[in-house]
């Protein structure tokens, strides 16, 4: 049985960081490219940042130089370290592992930047 499943998420004020957590059980963790999407209610879930085993990384335009994923390979883990918060970065966060067909989604987590 696949599981992900994030933590980290919360309340920040405007300028602040949080780092989110997605364990992953139930895949060969090292075959799967990670991610972090987010979603905000009436719109499309969006990407965030996606990650290879290798370490290549990809983030969306509007979360460069913010945002950075890293994985752990022994610990089944990707990241998702947020600095310098927006009010526009509110959302719930998903974390996803996909590999060829298969592809897997965590609960989600809700992240909320708010003074």
């Known amino acids: 049985q696949v599981q992900l499943v994030e933590s980290g998420g919360g309340l920040v004020q405007p300028g602040g960081s949080l780092r989110l957590s997605c364990a992953a059980s139930?895949?060969?963790?090292?075959?799967?490219?990670m991610g972090w999407y987010r979603q905000v209610p009436g719109n499309q879930r969006e990407l965030v940042a996606t990650i290879l085993s290798g370490g290549s990384t990809n983030y969306a335009d509007s979360v460069k130089g913010r945002f950075t994923i890293s994985r752990d390979n022994a610990k089944n883990t990707v990241y998702l370290q947020m600095n310098n918060l927006k009010p526009d970065d509110t959302a719930v966060y998903y974390c996803?592992?996909?590999?060829?067909?298969?592809?897997?989604w965590g609960q989600g987590t809700q992240v909320t930047v708010s003074s």
């Open positions: 139930g895949i060969i963790f090292t075959f799967y490219t």
């Open positions: 996803n592992a996909r590999w060829s067909w298969q592809d897997y």
